[in-house]
């Protein structure tokens, strides 16, 4: 089954055509997902030509974000390398700065800039530092007022079965505490 390319499928620094496509489809869709909220709750053009000059203002900057991250991750990849986070904040803080210059303020800009590099950065430390608690999927849980982390499999498989054997809400909790949490 070919499932399409998706943005990890080949290592950093390589198809960077094939990652600015990835990126600038989902960007596109975020973009096209806002325009129809702008649209129906916001602004309410009459009219094809202004309906579709409002999808457009805010479809092709969220595509130029998309392309500008996965662009200049790849090619300071490439440039610089090194496959650390300064790759990805230098995408981000790019990508950031697109916002800026389509509302034409500085304030916007600084803010997408701070936002989409941070963001970056956590991004590319969790898919290579594997940092907990950040984009897991694991979903906390409360039991016996113990914290634990409870794991939700949706693979069809025999572990997932087994995970769901007598449990009703499907969500498989860990039976032992962590070493800093005894029971009495």
């Not at 950093?12 to 806002?34: N, R």
């Not at 092709?60 to 990805?88: E, M, Q």
């Not at 039991?143 to 572990?159: E, L, P, S």
Request: proline share 4%; hydrophobic share 40%; glycine share 14%.
């Amino acid at each position: 089954m070919n499932r399409g390319y998706k943005y990890y499928d080949t290592p950093d620094g390589q198809d960077c055509f094939k990652k600015m496509g990835y990126t600038t489809k989902w960007a596109t869709f975020a973009g096209f997902s806002w325009s129809i909220y702008d649209v129906y709750l916001w602004s309410h053009p009459k009219g094809l030509v202004p309906t579709v000059a409002r999808f457009a203002h805010f479809m092709l900057p969220a595509a130029a974000i998309g392309a500008t991250f996965s662009a200049v991750t790849c090619l300071s990849h490439t440039y610089r390398k090194k496959n650390d986070a300064w790759n990805y904040i230098l995408g981000g803080a790019t990508s950031g700065s697109i916002i800026g210059a389509k509302l034409g303020r500085m304030g916007p800009g600084v803010a997408g800039v701070l936002v989409l590099g941070i963001g970056g950065m956590l991004f590319w430390a969790k898919k290579y530092e594997d940092w907990p608690g950040f984009m897991n999927g694991r979903i906390t849980a409360v039991d016996n007022g113990h914290m634990r982390q409870a794991y939700r499999d949706w693979t069809i498989d025999g572990k997932f079965k087994k995970a769901l054997e007598g449990r009703e809400d499907g969500v498989w909790v860990a039976e032992k505490p962590y070493p800093s949490q005894s029971r009495g």
